[in-house]
C-alpha cells in the first residue's frame, strides 16, 4: 500500500466517523482533502477495499451542498456510483464466498445514490438509451428525458430485489420497504424491466468508468 494510499483511506475514515459523530467542521475538511486527492488521482483506490467508503465520502459531499457548481455535483453523483458499483462486482465475484451483510450494504447505498440524485443520471441515461435516436427538437427531448426518468425506479428496484434474495423482508429496513412499496405502488414491474435495469446498470458503470479513464469527466 503506497503512502498516498494510506492517507485517503485515514481521510476517509476521518470524514465518515466525524460525520456521524456530529463534527462537521472536521468532517468538512477532511472531505475537502479527499476531493482534492481524487481530483488528482481517481483510481487511487480502485483496488482497494475502502473504494465503497470512498463513494460513501462523496455522498456526503454532495448532501451536504460543498460544490455550488451543478456538473461538479452531477459527476461527483456518477463517481460515488461508480466506486460503490465496483465494491458490488468485486463482492460479487467472491461467491459463494461473498458476504451477504456486505453487498446489504452496498446495494442500499447504490439505492440512496440512484434514488437521491435520480435527476442526475439522466442525461447520462438518454444518451445510450436513445444513441440511435438523438433529439432534435425540445418535444422529443422532453419525451426522451420523460421515459428515462420512468426507468429509474426500476434500477432501484433491481437492487431491492437482489437484496431480497437474501433477505426476503429486506432486513426490516424501513427505507428499503417504503422505497419497494412506492415503486411497487407507482408502476408494474416485470422481468422484461428487470432485465432491463440490469443492462442499464451495467452500461452506467461503463459509460462513467471509460469517461474518466479517457479524463473526460467533469466533477
Not at 438509451?129 to 428515462?148: C, G, H, I, P, S
Amino acid at each position: 500500500m503506497t503512502q498516498n494510499t494510506e492517507e485517503l483511506r485515514e481521510l476517509i475514515s476521518a470524514a465518515i466517523e466525524n460525520g456521524q459523530s456530529g463534527k462537521i467542521k472536521a468532517c468538512k475538511s477532511a472531505l475537502r482533502n479527499i476531493y482534492s486527492t481524487i481530483k488528482n488521482d481517481p483510481f487511487l483506490l480502485w483496488e482497494d477495499s475502502y473504494v465503497s467508503q470512498l463513494g460513501k465520502a462523496i455522498i456526503m459531499m454532495i448532501h451536504w451542498d460543498m460544490f455550488d457548481d451543478e456538473d461538479e455535483n452531477i459527476g461527483l453523483a456518477h463517481l460515488a456510483y461508480l466506486y460503490i458499483s465496483k465494491a458490488i462486482d468485486k463482492e460479487e465475484s467472491l461467491q459463494p464466498e461473498s458476504d451477504n451483510c456486505e453487498l446489504f450494504r452496498l446495494r442500499k447505498d447504490r439505492i440512496i445514490i440512484m434514488k437521491s440524485f435520480d435527476d442526475f443520471f439522466v442525461e447520462s441515461l438518454q444518451n445510450f438509451y436513445f444513441a440511435d435516436n438523438k433529439a432534435t427538437d425540445l418535444d422529443t427531448y422532453n419525451e426522451q428525458r420523460k421515459a428515462v426518468l420512468s426507468r429509474l425506479p426500476f434500477m432501484q428496484f433491481s437492487d431491492i430485489y437482489l437484496i431480497e434474495q437474501d433477505y426476503p423482508n429486506l432486513r426490516d429496513d424501513e427505507f428499503l420497504l417504503e422505497l419497494a412499496n412506492m415503486i411497487e405502488h407507482d408502476q408494474e414491474f416485470t422481468n422484461e424491466n428487470l432485465n432491463e435495469a440490469f443492462l442499464l446498470h451495467k452500461i452506467l458503470y461503463k459509460f462513467t468508468y471509460e469517461e474518466l479513464k479517457k479524463g473526460e469527466f467533469v466533477y
